[in-house]
């Protein structure tokens, strides 16, 4: 069993309140936890107005699988959330 981790740094430039940022955050993880099957999360910088952590996890028994999926997921989230900018991130297996 292969559990792969990402790991997402985001900013959210245009937010003006936390009530908007959440409300940018929950569009797209609810956008992404049905498209990709995955657990995703909202796991730090909680009351930081324009940056946010996520955390993306995924199970299977090929590591192969596991790594284009999360790759798929990252690609995605730039393609189409222009709303938020990329920092950084990070996939890791266990």
């Known amino acids: 069993m292969i559990v792969g981790l990402c790991r997402v740094e985001l900013r959210v430039p245009m937010s003006q309140s936390l009530k908007n940022k959440r409300g940018v955050l929950k569009s797209m993880i609810n956008r992404i936890k049905n498209r990709f099957n995955v657990s995703i999360s909202e796991v730090a910088k ?15 028994c090929d590591r192969i699988y596991v790594e284009k999926l999360l790759n798929k997921v990252l690609d995605y989230i730039e393609a189409n959330y222009i709303e938020v900018q990329l920092l950084d991130e990070s996939i890791e297996f266990i």
């Open 46 to 60: 909680h009351d930081d107005l324009k940056l946010a952590s996520l955390g993306i996890v995924t199970v299977s």
